[in-house]
């Protein structure tokens, strides 16, 4: 036990500072101040809706714009800042320069990384807990319920980023600079939602007769198995639709346990990338 | 290992990872589609209950009689709900117990049902299922041929139900300007992105069902054209109505834990608009078993009463009474109906003594029925609000009618009729009656709602036997 904890100071002091550099970066707040903007006005939209709320029925689509909007603001700006800030951590020390001091003290490149890793988890989760408390407060206004079926829906979502983060940061460990990364990130986010295409082929090509149709359709195939499918984690959306208190149905039971895995054995797979490529980086 | 050859260890690792990952992705399909079977398995099971039959020309009404064939000895430990029809499967039966969902749920994604399942998937796959239409599970559409293909809805990256949202507002927007005619297309859109939108289900149907409609002209019964589909004669109206029904049922299929789409289908179309009390119980029946609002079983009571069962309806309000005591309309309401009860017992009483050749027990009976008429009448005076008058006059009325005073009769009847708008047509109907039995001439109002009467029993391309069936009721309400 001792020795796993000797092992990870390095790293934690390592995500520690990385944590402390990344709340400070400039883009990111923008983007955090953007969010929360998006989804502070959110609860507002109510007043506008009022025009819209027909005669005297009794409707929710205030408290469901509220959810909607709330939900696609925290992905899309999650994933912007896990996207930027996985994209960036290892890059800028290279530009800087600080990498080469860290990597002369007695820190393994397993345990830099691991570090660095770590840290941009801590802010990316610092980040989505910060929207997802005002969501949450949001919905508790407009609610006057507890809404904690939301926070299976931030779990999620979590896992969700969590994939991309480990591909853009293994993307970002080939290069000197963020921008290729982050291009890259924003890829692996649309193919990750793309995914569900190859099946699609795959299905279309079950029919045809032409040998590279069906080798083409194979081929989908074995690609659906093995990339991620980032639309698996689409129940977050689904969640939101029952009512905040009800307790979660045996099926999606069912399959939150199994997301989860399914988001930690593709991040590990992504970190494993990261760390190929970085011990072999001539640094 | 790893100082030795780094590369085939980590080539290793990230392989077991990936292969981590597809097992769970595979898995995660697996549950998916298990899902999807259980969604479908519940929209089917609501269609058997309610005996809807849209789904005919589809796969789903064959494929889940089979299901149920080997279901039904499954569910012997599933809690049935009390006084229910014995035609209905039991699979159908136990999910209208909430607490069976689990069941069931493991019943779709076990080994019992896996074939079906399979099959399932395949017609889904192949656009031959009518219940799923609208399953917006994107790894189960995929490779779905016609509407809803993963096109479609990979497209907005998950964000479907903004742009439903968004696309609702514009449905708005089309509400103001009234342009009525764009808002229908583009609300089914915004259901087929959202599926689970049910504001957009409540709405659109208020919409077709009474905005569209609020303009339109009445068209008497006779000019009505009969509908196969609807078993009813539609007018340009009741076109609406029906098309706000059939969008409530889809919303119930998507989302069949939903008491909204239940009362809005319940009361909002069958008892406002149609005026089919027993379709309104049937669904507000469903919306009560659903987790609710506290007003949802008082309009079930209320339709209860309609409908003429009043020991049901009572049986309610003393429930509701045990909920919420602070609530006036509880006693006002148990009031009222224990009167109606004892009306009717009076009423029954004495058509037993009428036909009865027994001396003794027609003395009896017409005893039973002065008394129940008395303790009906007693809470009529005591209850003192307009409703409880004009019943009070309608039991005067009745009495004079029995001694011959037809004039008096009519004239209590008529004063009835205008304290309580709810009574008028019974009302009316009962000064026609008196009037006939006693000779008096007929307003031209009331000879007008005599032929309207006749007329209303047969509309164009009616059918003979629901003809028959028509007459059949009016020549009963007319005695």
Not at chain 1, 52 to 61: K, R
Not at chain 2, 280 to 286: D, F, G, K, P
Request: charged share 25%; glycine share 6%.
């Amino acid at each position: 036990m001792s020795a796993v904890l000797d092992y990870m100071r390095g790293p934690w002091c390592i995500a520690v500072y990385t944590w402390r550099e990344g709340i400070r970066k400039k883009t990111l707040v923008g983007f955090l101040i953007l969010s929360l903007l998006v989804i502070f006005g959110a609860s507002f939209m109510s007043a506008f809706l009022d025009q819209t709320t027909v005669g005297n029925a009794e409707t929710d689509l205030d408290l469901k714009l509220i959810k909607d909007i709330c939900v696609t603001t925290i992905s899309i700006f999650g994933m912007l800042i896990t996207i930027f800030i996985s994209a960036s951590v290892v890059p800028n020390e290279v530009e800087n320069k600080v990498i080469y001091t860290v990597l002369s003290k007695p820190v393994r490149r397993m345990q830099y990384l691991l570090g660095k890793f770590m840290g941009v988890q801590m802010i990316v989760l610092a980040n989505l807990l910060l929207m997802a408390g005002l969501f949450f407060a949001a919905i508790w206004i407009k609610q006057e319920a507890m809404p904690t079926l939301l926070l299976w829906s931030v779990l999620l979502t979590y896992f969700e980023f969590l994939v991309v983060s480990a591909f853009t940061f293994a993307v970002s460990c080939t290069s000197t600079s963020a921008v290729l990364p982050t291009i890259a990130g924003l890829f692996i986010y649309m193919t990750g939602n793309l995914t569900e295409y190859l099946k699609d082929v795959n299905n279309r090509s079950r029919e045809a007769t032409d040998f590279f149709q069906r080798f083409v359709g194979q081929a989908a195939e074995w690609l659906y198995n093995i990339l991620p499918n980032l639309q698996k984690f689409s129940l977050k959306n689904y969640i939101l639709d029952l009512q905040p208190n009800d307790p979660l149905p045996s099926e999606m039971m069912d399959q939150i346990p199994n997301l989860i895995l399914y988001g930690l054995a593709y991040a590990i797979a992504g970190y494993v990338i990261a760390y190929w490529v970085f011990r072999r980086k001539e640094l | 290992m790893m100082n030795k050859h780094p590369n085939i260890t980590l080539g290793l690792l990230l392989a077991l990872f990936v292969a981590l990952g597809a097992i769970q992705g595979q898995r995660l399909d697996r549950l998916f589609e298990a899902d999807a079977f259980y969604k479908w398995i519940i929209a089917a099971a609501t269609d058997e209950r309610y005996g809807w039959a849209e789904a005919l020309e589809h796969a789903d009404p064959a494929l889940y009689k089979e299901v149920v064939a080997v279901a039904d000895p499954l569910l012997q430990d599933a809690k049935m709900p009390e006084g229910e029809q014995d035609a209905i499967s039991r699979l159908s039966k136990s999910l209208q117990e909430r607490e069976n969902d689990k069941l069931v749920y493991e019943l779709a994604k076990g080994n019992d049902l896996a074939p079906f399942r399979a099959q399932f998937l395949e017609k889904l796959r192949g656009g031959d299922l009518y219940y799923t239409k609208d399953l917006s599970y994107s790894a189960v559409m995929s490779g779905m041929e016609g509407e809803g293909s993963v096109s479609i809805f990979n497209l907005f990256f998950g964000f479907r139900k903004v742009a439903a949202n968004f696309m609702w507002l514009q449905v708005d927007r089309y509400w103001h300007m009234g342009h009525l005619y764009k808002m229908v297309p583009l609300m089914k859109t915004c259901v087929l992105l959202d599926p689970n939108f049910i504001d957009a289900y409540l709405l659109g149907a208020w919409h077709l069902g009474y905005n569209a409609t609020a303009a339109m002209e009445y068209t008497p019964i006779p000019l009505r054209v009969w509908s196969d589909k609807y078993q009813d004669c539609l007018g340009e109206q009741e076109k609406y109505y029906y098309l706000a029904i059939d969008f409530l049922k889809d919303g119930i299929r998507n989302n069949p834990r939903n008491y909204k789409l239940f009362f809005d289908l319940g009361f909002g179309m069958y008892r406002e608009k149609l005026n089919d009390i027993d379709n309104a119980v049937l669904y507000l029946s469903e919306a009560v078993r659903l987790p609710h609002e506290r007003w949802v079983p008082r309009m079930l009571y209320k339709c209860l009463e309609e409908q003429g069962e009043y020991e049901k309806a009572l049986d309610g309000w003393k429930e509701n009474q045990k909920r919420f005591p602070e609530n006036d309309v509880n006693d006002r309401s148990m009031e009222r109906l224990a009167g109606l009860i004892a009306e009717r017992r009076a009423a029954q009483a004495l058509e037993k003594a009428k036909v009865t050749q027994d001396e003794a027990e027609r003395a009896r009976l017409i005893a039973e029925s002065e008394a129940a008429e008395k303790e009906a009448y007693d809470i009529w005076v005591k209850m003192d609000e307009p409703y409880a008058l004009a019943r009070k006059l309608r039991i005067d009325a009745i009495n004079r009618a029995e001694e011959g005073l037809y004039l008096e009769a009519v004239s209590y009847l008529d004063k009835a009729r205008f304290e309580v708008g709810s009574l008028f047509d019974e009302l009316s109907d009962l000064i026609i009656k008196y009037k006939q039995a006693g000779g008096l001439p007929l307003s031209v109002s009331e000879k007008k709602a005599l032929v309207r009467d006749e007329e209303s029993v047969a509309c164009i391309g009616m059918p003979e036997a629901e003809k028959q069936k028509r007459v059949e009721a009016l020549k009963k309400r007319r005695s």
